[in-house]
């Protein structure tokens, strides 16, 4: 039986005959060797390390994606939230302010026909143009004039008659202006309208049947 002498360590094995540089060689290879395995292993966990870091990073930017989403949609729904909160409050403003100042109509209406009597003087005077400009702040508008075309959306026709000197169903008379806020129509005018004659020709074409009769050229 062989002994181990210790405190030797086992030597690569040489040929027989070898050089004394082969020897080194072998040496040298083993040594290598040894050196190369540990290597190998590093680079693995390395690898392996790394794939895991991106995985993770992969989830985190999934996660942030996920979160700024759902930050966006919140920030677009309080957006609306209060653009609807404000087109509701302008809303109940209009309609709070048209119920105010459809109970002032009547007033108005007696301040206008005093003024068309020559009774607005003194102090009624004074307290009935108070009165017309607090309410033009308001936003209150008048509306309705002598001559302008019937339309049935602003107009409200309590006389009709006919007369030959209109082209068209119009206004002849104001009987109660009109009243709007903004482009809401508070109430219409009251109005009396006249309408052409019934088989009545427009001036124009009897113009143009007396130059035809004539034998007169029509102008160019």
Known sequence: MTEETPG????PDVPSGATPDDAAEAVEDSAQEDATAPAGDA?????AGTAG???????VRSALDERTADLQRLQAEY????????????TVKEIAVASLLSELLPVLDDVGRARDHGELV???KSVAESLETVV???????FGKEGEPFDPTIH???MHSYAPDVTETTCVAILQPGYRIGERTIRPARVAVAEPQPGAAPAK???KSADEESGAPEEG
């Open 8 to 11: 030797f360590e086992e030597k």
């Open 53 to 59: 870091l991106t995985a993770q990073l992969d989830q």
């Open 156 to 158: 409200e026709a309590l």
């Open 79 to 90: 957006q609306n939230y209060r653009r609807r909160v404000e087109r509701d409050r302008v």
């Open 136 to 142: 033009a702040k308001m936003g209150l508008q008048q």
């Open 43 to 47: 680079s693995s966990q390395k690898s």
């Open 205 to 207: 074409d009897e113009k």
């Open 122 to 124: 003194g102090g009624f």
